[in-house]
């Protein structure tokens, strides 16, 4: 906020009361406040879904010969044409939370492309052209599985046990033995690391259960992902390098270093019957028996994790925090990409008829329905505040300093106060509130109206203020681990503090009214009795705006209550997770994005 808004600490004169999650009063059935219409159908922003919505891809891979690209992104399975980029089916897998340092497997069956995923409940499925899944009889423990080249399904464990599955049969098909590092690759070919003698350590190829050691290697035993040519050379991935062998009608090679990475991290790689490429920044190529790669050039604006090449290595499919890019392998010329209406933030326009959205890989992107208006790139990746400040122009933060964003110019613009806030929130009237970091006694300050007040925290994680300035309210826990682990409210004109014991997911605040959201459910603190409003599945989003509390769930829907706890309906049509929630200034328009794009409703009576 500047050095002259501070002013002395403010110190507290009594213990302050601590207020433990309360008991609820029941939420009133019926809806008694705003009119509002919750039967309309959802509008995707944006317009109909594309791989540049792809903005957190897992695995890639080419199916029914090049014609189409099979993606994992944020626990769904995505089938794009690769003529146009556009979505063909998706079923939701489940987005696996066991957090090993891996990629999903992911493959496609030549007869009828079927794709071949482990799911987040680390199972096998099947699922068909259409997006229709199959299970197996019974779940098969995997972090692994691929098709066999009789049909079957082949899986491995952590502990290196492998499993087929055909048709209602399953059966255990062998074990890697006691692997410290195990994956699976094309036609079900396990690869395990361990130790291969009394003072050795090397790989293990278990292929159609014939095991054959591997010729040693040059390189570490890590295995992030498995990349197989046609004729059998593969490549492991690893941390911060990959090794390679090569295959012929002998055997294999030894397992040479294909990509050292010079102690910085490897993003992925893809093997074919003529090359090798590999991601780190740029895409990096090379013929199979070449010793030198070629910088093809950068796909993306900031790094990528995937990559996948078609036959004949003429186009390389780059997994971008924006999108799938395509690379001319020949030229580096880039194609794809797009714009996607996904983010973390969003903001109404004055006159609502226009949506702001704070998306992924440092781009932020402006809508008029499904029509892009302006788009403007970001200097960092990590989501900060986004407001509008006239019809014509955006404001908010970019790694802590207050920017805005002209329309006319497209450019980002550095603005006056000078700030480095870790949190901030912008008036009614224009003025900030601001957390502030230091690096001496007290860490921790709640900056606001020319007052600074000092908060006992170790990390905070969240910052809401009621537009009118009058109160704040701050969630106290561990550094971007949720929920977080208490709140303290701030009155801004006194500085006084109110402690509550309350667990949060998400907060917001708004005139005379505090709402927590924890699970499926939400608290709403006010001057009268606190109440909870149930949403049904676990709160993602929240929103507060002109008397409306609106509450985004991982099942995509939007349930609006009134500041009383009384229902105002549900609001359908959405798909996937939602990260953000916004509600228009006249309260006639609600905005939602998540990981499967962006819709609006229209709920003026």
């Known amino acids: 906020m500047g050095r002259q808004m501070l002013v002395a600490l403010l ?9 433990t999650a309360p008991t609820p009063a029941p939420a009133a059935p019926v809806a008694s406040g705003p009119r509002l219409r919750v039967d309309r159908p959802a509008e995707r922003i944006g317009g109909p879904p594309t791989w540049a919505d792809a903005t957190e891809i897992d695995a890639m891979r080419l199916c029914r010969d090049d014609s189409e690209l099979l ?18 089916a998706e079923t939701e897998i489940g987005e696996s939370k066991d957090g090993a340092n891996r990629r999903p497997t992911i493959d496609c069956r030549g007869s009828d492309g079927a794709a071949l995923v482990v799911t987040g409940a680390h199972s096998p499925e099947i699922v068909d052209a259409a997006g229709s899944a199959t299970a197996p009889p019974q779940p098969i423990a995997a972090i692994g599985a691929m098709f066999t080249h009789d049909g079957a399904v082949r899986t491995v464990d952590d502990d290196g046990a492998i499993t087929e599955w055909r048709g209602s049969a399953i059966a255990a098909a062998g074990s890697a033995g006691d692997a410290l590092e195990v994956g699976i690759t094309e036609g079900g070919t396990v690869l395990a690391y361990g130790r291969t003698g009394k003072n050795t350590f090397g790989w ?14 040059q390189a570490s035993s890590e295995a992030k992902s498995i990349a197989m040519a046609p004729d059998g050379t593969f490549a492991i991935e690893g941390e911060l390098g990959s090794i390679a062998w090569l295959a012929n009608r002998q055997g294999y090679f030894a397992g040479k270093t294909l990509y050292d990475g010079g102690g910085a991290r490897l993003g992925g790689i893809a093997a074919s019957d003529r090359g090798f490429a590999v991601l780190q920044g740029d895409l990096y190529y090379r013929t199979r028996y070449a010793f030198k790669w070629r910088d093809v050039g950068q796909p993306c604006d900031s790094f ?3 990559v996948a090449l078609d036959a004949g290595d003429h186009r390389a499919y780059v997994g971008c925090p924006n999108g799938v890019h395509v690379i001319d392998v020949a030229t580096g010329k880039a194609s794809g990409g797009g714009d996607t209406a996904q983010g973390g933030e969003l903001a109404w326009s004055p006159g609502g008829e226009r949506i702001a ?21 970001v200097d960092v990746d990590d989501h900060g505040t986004l407001w509008w400040t006239s019809p014509s122009e955006l404001g908010g933060t970019d790694g802590g300093r207050l920017v805005a964003w002209p329309l006319a110019t497209g450019t980002e613009e550095t603005v006056k106060p000078e700030l480095d806030a870790h949190l901030l929130a912008r008036l009614r009237d224009g003025t900030f509130v601001s957390v502030q970091r230091h690096m001496q006694a007290p860490e921790w300050t709640l900056v606001a109206r020319g007052r600074s007040i000092p908060i006992e925290a170790g990390w905070i994680g969240e910052l809401a203020v009621d537009p009118a300035g009058t109160r704040a309210l701050v969630a106290i826990g561990q550094y971007n681990e949720r929920p977080w682990k208490s709140l303290v409210a701030f009155d801004l004109a006194t500085g006084s503090a109110t402690p509550y014991a309350m667990e949060a997911d998400a907060i917001a605040a708004g005139d005379g009214v505090l709402v927590i959201a924890r699970g499926d459910s939400a608290t709403i603190l006010h001057d009268g009795d606190p109440r909870t409003i149930a949403h049904g599945a676990a709160i993602t989003a929240l929103a507060l705006g002109r008397g409306v509390i609106a509450l985004g769930g991982a099942d995509g829907s939007v349930s609006l209550w009134t500041t009383d706890g009384a229902a105002l309906g549900k609001l359908t049509g959405a798909r996937g997770e939602l990260d953000a929630l916004a509600v228009s200034q006249d309260g006639s328009h609600l905005a939602a994005t998540g990981v499967d794009g962006a819709w609006s409703w229209n709920l003026a009576p």
Request: hydrophobic share 40%; proline share 3%; with cysteine.
């Open 11 to 19: 110190v507290a004169c009594s213990s302050p009361r601590v207020i």
């Open 71 to 88: 993606v994992i992104d944020r626990g769904w399975l995505r089938r794009y044409r690769t003529a146009d980029g556009s979505l063909v």
């Open 204 to 217: 293990t190829m278990i292929r159609d259960g014939v095991r054959t050691q591997l010729p040693a290697a």
């Open 304 to 306: 990528a994790d995937v």
């Open 357 to 377: 959205i704070r998306g992924t890989g440092g781009h932020m992107t402006v809508w008029s329905g499904t029509k892009l208006i302006q788009r403007f790139d």
